[in-house]
């Protein structure tokens, strides 16, 4: 599956940004997605996932209650909604997959495609 993120910007503290993440070339339905970040001179972290059919999802505690994950299988599309963003929320954001029909992982290396990141600044 190829993956492509999208919809990232400059936004001031406290404000929302969606972003989008297109999936091609297999049946999106049968990969749980995620969303995972990276700010320079940092490990890449686990920001949210979802499973396969969209019902069940899971965050970080550091975006708990602020971003929400969700997916369009009818559009081969997954978006990451995030509200009240904090400076700290400044990264490089990438959906990824795990393989065809694997549950959804926080765990970094269990991903094995991956979009080109979308850059989400929050300015304070």
């Known amino acids: 599956v190829q993956l492509q993120a999208s919809g990232g910007g400059l936004v001031q503290a406290g404000g929302s940004l969606r972003l989008s993440c297109a999936a091609s070339?297999?049946?999106?339905?049968?990969?749980?997605m995620g969303w995972f970040r990276q700010t320079p001179g940092k490990e890449r972290e686990f920001v949210a996932a979802?499973?396969?059919?969209?019902?069940?999802?899971h965050y970080a505690d550091s975006v708990e209650g602020r971003f929400t994950i969700s997916r369009d299988n009818a559009k081969n599309m997954m978006y990451l909604q995030m509200n009240s963003l904090k400076a700290e929320d400044t990264a490089v954001y990438y959906c990824?997959?795990?393989?065809?029909?694997?549950?959804?992982?926080?765990?970094?290396?269990?991903?094995?495609?991956w979009g080109q990141g979308t850059l989400v600044t929050v300015s304070s």
């Open positions: 990824a997959a795990p393989p065809q029909d694997y549950p959804w992982s926080p765990r970094l290396n269990e991903y094995v495609y």
């Open positions: 070339g297999s049946t999106f339905s049968s990969y749980a």
């Open positions: 979802i499973s396969w059919s969209g019902g069940t999802t």
